[in-house]
């Protein structure tokens, strides 16, 4: 499950923009292998993943100390190199909470034990995939579909749904004419309130 939660997680981050790093991968003259790794391109360019199978993956994966000391090596390697690259680690599978903590002060760390998933590594469908996200939400660009989505559900006459939340009691000549005339400057609000107002006092005057 690991390794395909790997392949998963390699093709949603691709799916974003990011592109696979060939591994291993060398920095200061210094050798590292991970299980995967992932380059951000665009605005996200200085975001370096690396992608640790916790539970069967190689070059020590499943060892906390192990996966700990080659990071602390990663990152003092890019700070000598006086790299700008911003370190995320996402665990793959078992949760090392150990690990997690060991990590915290060295990069940010996120952690996902299972998905579910198609033997490619796509998720079974959008609830999957949403899950998914969830837990590399940091590293995905924003999703404005729901965005889009409220957009165009929403009332095109925002005076008809201010006036539509008005208490029962409120005078609805006054707000509606003041609603109205808010389209055209404060001018017009001062004068479409004086003549409610006096309409409203020529009423009460009336025999």
Not at 16 to 40: H, I, N, Q, W
Not at 135 to 159: F, G, K, Q, S
């Amino acid at each position: 499950m690991s390794a395909l939660l790997v392949r998963g997680l390699v093709k949603r981050l691709q799916a974003a923009g990011y592109k696979a790093l060939e591994t291993p991968f060398r920095v200061a003259s210094v050798d590292f292998d991970f299980t995967a790794a992932m380059l951000g391109v665009g605005g996200r360019a200085l975001d370096l993943i690396l992608i640790v199978d916790t539970a069967t993956g190689d070059f020590g994966d499943r060892d906390a100390v192990l996966v700990r000391q080659r990071i602390e090596s990663l990152s003092r390697a890019l700070d000598v190199t006086q790299s700008r690259y911003l370190l995320t680690v996402i665990l793959a599978g078992a949760s090392l909470a150990t690990l997690v903590d060991g990590l915290s002060p060295i990069c940010r760390v996120l952690s996902i034990e299972s998905a579910a998933l198609q033997p490619d590594g796509q998720s079974v469908d959008a609830v999957a995939r949403e899950a998914l996200d969830d837990h590399i939400r940091l590293l995905l660009p924003l999703d404005l579909l729901n965005d889009e989505a409220a957009v165009a559900t929403a009332p095109t006459d925002p005076i008809a749904e201010l006036l539509a939340a008005l208490p029962s009691k409120v005078d609805d000549a006054l707000w509606t004419s003041i609603a109205e005339a808010s389209a055209r400057g404060e001018a017009a609000v001062t004068r479409a309130l004086g003549k409610r107002l006096g309409e409203a006092l020529k009423v009460e005057g009336t025999p």
